[in-house]
């Protein structure tokens, strides 16, 4: 094939032996170098490990990899292990982060490791564990790391050299194989210029006083019609379309309100019925309400995809996609994140996002990972952006900003967990500490922010000791159990030694599992609590209240997770054998979001079963409780193995 200079230049280096990181826009082919490393490898009989942010594109990795490379592919993550034994492994970041900590003799065989989207070493909730990553990589191991595009991505390959004192070949594209042209949606119009965007967007600005201060809006103001965008990329040729709307229920207001719309053919309408219908029956979804449901929007080219809806059914709906039968999706955010689903257009339903506390507007980076889907590579010589702007909402200097621009820098979020720690004193006890300068937090930061950091370091192995994890210079029974657990250590640790959980039964030990790992939202109804689950809700309660006591006192923040027991109920009734159709009695938890806990509950209960000081008693407990947790719809595996 015929590679791009950037793809060429990247190639050469990592012919030539060298580690490379790669900083190119959305969508301008990035996969194809990953693909030539694992080429590579095969050839010479050595071994590849590919990370990946997220399950969701790891299982796509692995589908689209295996059907390249056959039975090479492997996959690991929480949820699934599937020949693992392959030269070429994929894997979510948080598997290798731990194998490397753990025991990375059993990486020995792994020549290179892929780390895609490795700009998610900003990320506020998981970027530690990128960073990670890199620090504990093997130095036998090569790596190549794929960006979008970042400002500072000379000061990222800077630090990788200083940890790893080899050189790292930076290749940087700045330009995109299929150009974007930007539109807006605003009063009602469709606007091809920011330029025009201010003249007739922005119109006459009325004063108002609020609050001792004074505010603006806009007078004349004409909502955004749906519809008149949607007649306009159809009347332009600029279908398919990927609509980006931040709110699962958003996505599914949206997609009904285009139910008088027909965007397909009398054969494609055939065509797409068909498929939709086989592709249900191989995943088992024939009998499904929320599959009958999207039925209707389906026949006419239109559908919706998000973290609420049954895995499976997320995965009809991109095959349905790729077939370019689907004319419009609307969907969240995630589908732009790595996953390969180009389209002509993407359209913004607005220009802010929920932002983990807070909703503000988008950074340019978000906006050009998701922008970035428009514009299919051999398909389209351009790809269209829509964005819909309500003025009274956004700023014009706003949009101009996310637009034009420059991507925002990477910065570390670093924040060693409780196991991590453990694992490094068990190797270098109070020599630890040394191993801070090898952080990006560190190469990036000014003195009084390294003390403050080093400080927290401290802090957390001081309260490791207070607790009983750590004694002599050494992992306690209870340390060791405790390292076997990433983000949930301190509360488990305590109810282990407590003898709690050889106590509870497998259901109460399902329920505390799911419990762990539940994040309330905000509408949520409080927990009906049986007399069972009580007195453990209470005696974890105490347990997680005295570790907050402790952690405010050395100074210790973000503080560790609480239980939340709100799917004790729907957690009882499907270890109870209910059929998971039933399961909305229970809970008004979207499918999707259910099945993601359940299936993170089980990945707790395997580490406590992996845990070397766990009694057999206890894992046997685990095997019997996995394998009815585990079932039909909850099976990650299940939908893997479905082709």
Excluded at 19 to 37: D, L, R
Excluded at 204 to 217: D, E, L, P
Excluded at 523 to 531: A, L, S, V
């Amino acid at each position: 094939m015929e590679y791009d200079r950037f793809q060429k230049e990247a190639i050469d280096y990592i012919n030539r032996g060298h580690s490379v990181i790669v900083s190119a826009p959305t969508g301008s082919g990035k996969t194809v170098i990953a693909e030539h490393v694992i080429t590579e490898c095969l050839k010479k009989a050595q071994g590849v490990i590919y990370t990946a942010p997220i399950k969701a594109l790891s299982n796509q990795k692995f589908r689209d990899f295996q059907g390249q490379y056959g039975d090479k592919i492997g996959i690991l993550t929480g949820d699934v292990s599937i020949n693992p034994e392959a030269p070429v492994l994929i894997m979510t970041t948080e598997i290798f982060r731990n194998k490397a900590l753990e025991d990375p003799r059993n990486l020995k065989r792994y020549a290179w490791i892929i780390f895609d989207e490795v700009h998610y070493i900003d990320n506020e909730e998981r970027g530690t564990i990128w960073e990670e990553s890199i620090m504990f990589l093997p130095a036998h191991m090569k790596m190549l790391c794929l960006s979008a595009t970042v400002p500072n991505i000379d000061e990222l390959s800077r630090w990788i050299e200083s940890v790893h004192k080899m050189p790292l070949k930076q290749v940087i594209e700045k330009q995109r194989p299929v150009p974007l042209h930007f539109f807006f949606q605003c009063q009602n119009e469709i606007l091809d210029r920011l330029k025009k965007l201010q003249q007739k967007g922005y119109k006459k600005r009325i004063a108002h006083s609020y609050r001792g201060r004074q505010r603006f809006t806009h007078a004349f103001f004409k909502p955004n019609r749906l519809s008149s965008l949607l007649h306009h990329l159809q009347e332009n040729d600029a279908l398919p379309s990927i609509y980006f709307a931040f709110g699962r229920r958003r996505c599914e207001t949206l997609a009904q309100e285009l139910f008088s719309f027909n965007f397909l053919t009398k054969d494609e309408e055939v065509q797409i019925s068909s498929l939709y219908d086989s592709l249900c029956e191989r995943f088992d979804l024939k009998q499904e309400k929320s599959a009958a449901l999207l039925t209707p929007l389906i026949k006419r080219g239109i559908a919706y995809h998000h973290a609420g809806m049954l895995p499976t059914l997320k995965e009809v709906i991109e095959r349905l996609f790729t077939s370019r039968l689907l004319k419009v999706i609307f969907t969240t955010e995630t589908f732009a994140l790595g996953i390969n689903m180009p389209a002509r257009t993407v359209a913004f339903d607005g220009m802010r996002k929920f932002y983990g506390r807070y909703h503000r507007n988008l950074t340019t980076r978000d906006f050009y990972q998701m922008a970035g889907r428009a514009g299919r590579r051999g398909m389209d010589r351009e790809g269209f952006v829509y964005c819909r702007i309500n003025p009274n909402r956004i700023q014009l200097d706003e949009v101009r900003r996310i637009l034009y621009g420059k991507p925002e820098r990477i910065t570390s979020k670093f924040n060693s967990s409780y196991a991590t720690l453990l694992h490094l004193y068990e190797k270098h006890q109070e020599k630890l500490y040394r191993l801070y300068p090898l952080s990006l937090h560190y190469f990036q930061e000014k003195p009084r922010r390294r003390k403050g950091a080093e400080a927290q370091l401290h802090a957390k192995v001081n309260l490791l000791k207070k607790l009983g994890h750590i004694r002599d210079n050494a992992l306690t029974h209870k340390g060791r159990f405790a390292a076997s657990l990433y983000g949930y250590e301190l509360p488990l640790a305590e109810i282990y030694e407590e003898n709690v959980l050889e106590e509870l039964s497998p259901v109460e030990l399902g329920i505390l599992a799911c419990a762990l790992v539940y994040e309330p939202r905000k509408k949520d109804r409080p927990p009906k609590i049986t007399r069972n689950v009580r007195a453990l809700k209470e005696a974890t309660e105490e347990i997680t209240k005295n570790i907050h006591r402790l952690e405010k006192n050395f100074g210790i923040w973000p503080k560790s997770k609480e239980c939340f027991w709100h799917l004790a109920q729907v957690t009882e009734a499907w270890l109870r054998g209910t059929d998971f159709s039933k399961l909305g009695q229970y809970s008004d938890v979207d499918e999707g979001e259910l099945i993601r806990y359940f299936r993170m509950g089980l990945q707790i209960l395997r580490e406590i079963r992996q845990a070397p000081v766990s009694s057999d008693m206890l894992k046997e407990k685990i095997n019997g409780l996995a394998a009815v947790f585990n079932r039909d719809i909850v099976d990650a595996e299940k939908q893997l193995r479905l082709e």
